[in-house]
């Protein structure tokens, strides 16, 4: 064997004897536990039916008596509802799967829809700020059926779309939102927005709580339960919307205050048209035209004087009963 032909022999033998590194991979990181959930869930302050669907009656005049009705000078010496945003409404969120929306998923990015979602829990949740969901034409709908209409109205409940302590969300249309417990929820948020969309058939078609600067505008809600639900929330706008057949009420304000309500057009929403408690302070009330409605198509606690909550009820409405006289 020639000197060359034994030193490549030679080669091959110690890289043959030679042990190749092993490569470890790094195993799959399992998701991220969920967020605990908040054992306290949070519902309306005040149950909103009565037997027939009617606000609490007997609890509306508890709060509308003299004794009960609460002074400006008192509310602000209790609370500060601008720091509303600061309460504890942890909500158990599941994780979002990539960027293409599906249900249950939380989104921390614009979305634009380009297929309709059906869902059997919550549709969309919102998990950061400035975002804008755009339903462009689609449909996000339920597919489970509903129990019998719960009295109160909390966290766990299903939502087409759910905002939990965000800021400058705008959800927009055109689109439709169906079949939910809430079609849309604020909560803990600042900054909303809900334009040109159709809300149908949901138990709430917008529910806001502990929230503020919430515009709700140039929408179609119909044949829901409750229409919009202002709960413990403050400075919104409610303006150019179409409320019509829905069950119970169209808009209700619970303990919310700074609220404008303008140029609405509120038809045929079972008990009252527009609804404010006895706990909610400072609203403006103008040019919307309410009628046909079984208890008062606008109605201020159930007839308190408006100065002695000091809302504002403009010359522009258009209605024909009032609680108290001469609101329309």
């Not at 299903?158 to 249309?173: E, H, N, T």
């Amino acid at each position: 064997m020639s000197h060359y032909a034994a030193t490549v022999v030679m080669l091959l033998t110690i890289c043959a004897a030679a042990v190749l590194p092993t490569v470890v991979l790094p195993a799959a990181t399992a998701t991220e536990e969920e967020a605990e959930k908040n054992g306290k869930e949070t519902d309306f302050v005040k149950p909103l039916e009565d037997g027939e669907g009617s606000l609490s009656t007997q609890e509306i005049e508890q709060y509308a008596s003299n004794d009960a009705v609460v002074t400006r000078e008192d509310k602000d010496n209790t609370m500060d509802k601008d720091n509303t945003m600061d309460k504890d409404n942890t909500i158990d969120l599941p994780k979002s799967s990539g960027n293409t929306p599906a249900c249950g998923v939380v989104v921390k990015e614009d979305v634009t829809l380009y297929a309709d979602l059906s869902c059997d829990g919550d549709g969309l949740i919102v998990g950061n700020n400035g975002i804008t969901i755009d339903l462009n034409g689609h449909t996000i709908k339920y597919n489970r059926h509903h129990d019998a209409v719960d009295l109160s109205v909390n966290f766990g409940d299903d939502s087409g779309i759910l905002v939990p302590k965000a800021k400058d969300v705008k959800i927009i249309g055109p689109g439709l939102i169906t079949g939910f417990d809430r079609a849309i929820t604020f909560t803990g948020s600042s900054g909303g927005e809900v334009s040109d969309l159709i809300l149908r058939d949901n138990k709430v078609a917008v529910l806001a709580s502990g929230s503020r600067y919430i515009g709700i505008n140039a929408n179609t809600i119909d044949n829901n339960k409750y229409a919009v639900v202002l709960e413990s929330s403050v400075k919104g706008l409610v303006a150019f919307n179409l409320i019509a057949a829905n069950e119970k009420q169209g808009i209700v304000l619970l303990n919310s205050d700074y609220y404008k309500i303008l140029t609405n057009s509120i038809f045929g929403n079972g008990k009252n048209g527009i609804f404010l408690d006895a706990q909610s302070f400072d609203n403006d009330v103008d040019f919307n035209s309410v009628f046909v409605h079984k208890k008062a198509d606008i109605n201020n606690a159930n007839g308190v004087p408006p100065n002695i909550n000091q809302n504002n009820f403009g010359e522009n409405n258009n209605c024909k009963v009032s609680l108290p006289d001469g609101l329309c």
